[in-house]
């Protein structure tokens, strides 16, 4: 079986896949510090619940945005599987080419996204990742990567909100019923919601202009990014697993590795 690893700056998701088929997926927090024991424990924990045996991963990949807790991370999966993982980075076979000014710069989650979203949509397409960060990708006809822009996430501009205001409480993120609200909490998750709508809305018609990519499909991703593709026709296809979807792409491209 495969376990692939995305270490996003919020969680750490894992997935097992046996074949094509998904086995469990499962997260734990990234922030938290963790030796590699405490990995291992973790995993064998957490794939235990999902009534697996850490007996039958014979092949890991990773993705990571936080070098941080790489070390920690990888020496945990080696001691609990004995498989050495597929690093995502320089070298690595994704089938996405890299115009950008210094392709190093490009993380690693983006790099996976766009070469699921391309290998499964086809191109032009737009991903747009909904994580700590928000993301926006174009991915060319030919798999050219060109042109991509970063934005602050929803969570993070909420963290602004009631964090750096006397009197504004946390708040759950939800979709008010209205755009017409009057009570704080309401105005809150109105103004952070539909704001992020209308954000999302107009950056995939100016990228549509100045790229001439009127047919361009758009692709959303990431945990809230759901709430957003609900409520606009601008995104044609959300699709929570794309990372997942690409770690096992790149893993079955680059294997003989």
Same mark, same amino acid.
């Given at each position: 079986?495969?376990?692939?690893?995305?270490?996003?700056?919020?969680?750490?998701?894992?997935?097992?896949?046996e074949g094509d088929e998904e086995?469990?997926?499962?997260?734990?927090?990234?922030?938290?510090?963790?030796?590699?024991?405490?990995?291992?424990?973790?995993?064998?924990?957490?794939?235990?619940?999902?009534?697996?045996?850490?007996?039958?991963?014979?092949?890991?990949?990773?993705?990571?945005?936080?070098?941080?807790?790489?070390?920690?991370?990888?020496?945990?999966? +080696? =001691? &609990? #599987?004995?498989?050495? $993982?597929? %690093?995502? *980075? /320089?070298?690595?076979?994704?089938? +996405? =080419? &890299? #115009?950008?000014?210094? $392709?190093? %710069?490009? *993380? /690693?989650?983006?790099?996976?996204?766009?070469?699921?979203?391309?290998?499964?949509?086809?191109?032009?397409?737009?991903?747009?990742?909904?994580?700590?960060?928000?993301?926006?990708?174009?991915?060319?006809?030919?798999?050219?990567?060109?042109?991509?822009?970063?934005?602050?996430?929803?969570?993070?501009?909420?963290?602004?909100?009631?964090?750096?205001?006397?009197?504004?409480?946390?708040?759950?993120?939800?979709?008010?019923?209205?755009?017409?609200?009057?009570d704080t909490i309401s105005s809150?998750?109105?103004?952070?919601?539909?704001?992020?709508?209308?954000?999302?809305?107009?950056?995939?018609?100016?990228?549509?202009?100045?790229?001439?990519?009127?047919?361009?499909?758009?692709?959303?991703?990431?945990?809230?990014?759901?709430?957003?593709?609900d409520a606009t026709d601008k995104?044609?296809?959300?699709?929570?697993?794309?990372?997942?979807?690409?770690?096992?792409?790149?893993?079955?491209?680059?294997?003989?590795?």
């Amino acid at each position: 079986m495969l376990l692939c690893v995305d270490v996003g700056n919020t969680n750490t998701n894992f997935a097992v896949y046996e074949g094509d088929e998904e086995r469990a997926f499962f997260a734990v927090t990234t922030k938290l510090p963790r030796t590699s024991d405490e990995f291992s424990s973790v995993i064998r924990g957490l794939m235990h619940v999902n009534d697996l045996s850490v007996k039958d991963i014979d092949a890991c990949i990773v993705a990571s945005v936080v070098p941080g807790i790489m070390h920690s991370l990888i020496n945990g999966i +080696v =001691k &609990l #599987t004995g498989v050495t $993982p597929i %690093e995502v *980075g /320089a070298g690595l076979k994704t089938g +996405v =080419k &890299l #115009t950008i000014p210094n $392709p190093k %710069e490009a *993380g /690693a989650d983006r790099v996976v996204d766009l070469a699921a979203a391309y290998s499964i949509y086809g191109g032009p397409t737009m991903v747009i990742d909904f994580g700590t960060a928000t993301t926006y990708d174009l991915i060319e006809e030919d798999g050219t990567f060109r042109y991509g822009l970063t934005c602050p996430g929803i969570r993070i501009s909420a963290n602004a909100l009631w964090n750096d205001t006397a009197k504004l409480p946390e708040i759950e993120i939800k979709l008010p019923d209205s755009i017409l609200t009057g009570d704080t909490i309401s105005s809150m998750q109105g103004g952070l919601l539909y704001g992020c709508i209308g954000q999302t809305e107009y950056i995939i018609e100016r990228v549509k202009k100045e790229a001439g990519l009127d047919h361009m499909k758009v692709v959303a991703t990431g945990g809230l990014g759901r709430i957003i593709a609900d409520a606009t026709d601008k995104i044609d296809v959300y699709d929570r697993k794309l990372t997942m979807k690409g770690l096992k792409l790149l893993y079955h491209k680059n294997r003989k590795q």
